[in-house]
T-cell receptor
């Protein structure tokens, strides 16, 4: 079983729509969680950290469910510029990050 | 501005040749990492270093070598023993504490010709 698993998508949504997707992780000892955004042929960039209480950054909301070992990302009022691949990232106890393969989101006009 | 710089952006390697990818950071980060990304796959860890003069193998270290002689620099050599080196290589660094995410360089695309 992979350490971090994501639905690859693609999620094709119209502008203004809400899109949400999850990521599951296998290591119950995982300590920190992140969502990264990666544009085509570019490096990943940190979108947001995910905290136990859930957190929001503008149109983006991240949730963590430790009991079921998944994190989620919700994007409200989607913009064309939100089109990207979203990587779920989890740390283990030894400071290494494990990356999911990514969920592709395409926002259409 | 602080950041992490990878060079070259594109690199072509002949069969049987060793090549070295450069990674330099001026963020004063202790930890540095090398990842490989293949199409449709997640990033896979090649090597990482948490302190100068020390580094550890990641999940796919075979056919690669690294050095960490300076805090700022973590070059990766792709040796001829790496049978399928064509990929997107990403260098990253992080500050202290596991709550830090990584800062990535812009990557090097290596192609075998």
């Amino acid at each position: 079983r992979k350490e971090v698993e994501q639905d690859p998508g693609p999620f094709n949504v119209p502008e203004g729509a809400t899109v949400a997707f999850n990521c599951t992780y296998s290591n119950s000892a995982s300590q920190s969680f992140f969502w990264y955004r990666q544009d085509c042929r570019k490096e990943p960039k940190l979108l947001m950290s995910v905290y136990s209480s859930g957190n929001e950054d503008g149109r983006f909301t991240a949730q963590l469910n430790r009991a079921s070992q998944y994190i989620s990302l919700l994007i409200r009022d989607s913009k064309l510029s939100d089109s990207a691949t979203y990587l779920c990232v989890v740390t283990s106890n030894d400071y290494k990050l494990s990356f999911g393969a990514g969920t592709t989101v395409t926002v259409r006009a | 501005d602080g950041g992490i710089t990878q060079s070259p952006k594109y690199l072509f390697r002949k069969e049987g040749q060793n090549v070295t990818l450069s990674c330099e950071q001026n963020l004063n980060h202790d930890a540095m990492y090398w990842y490989r990304q293949d199409p449709g796959q997640g990033l896979r860890l090649i090597y990482y270093s948490q302190i100068v003069n020390d580094f550890q193998k990641g999940d796919i270290a075979e056919g690669y070598s690294v050095s960490r002689e300076k805090k700022e620099s973590f070059p990766l050599t792709v040796t001829s023993a790496q049978k399928n080196p064509t990929a997107f290589y990403l260098c990253a660094s992080s500050g202290q504490g596991r709550n830090y995410g990584y800062t990535f360089g812009s990557g090097t695309r290596l192609t075998v010709v």
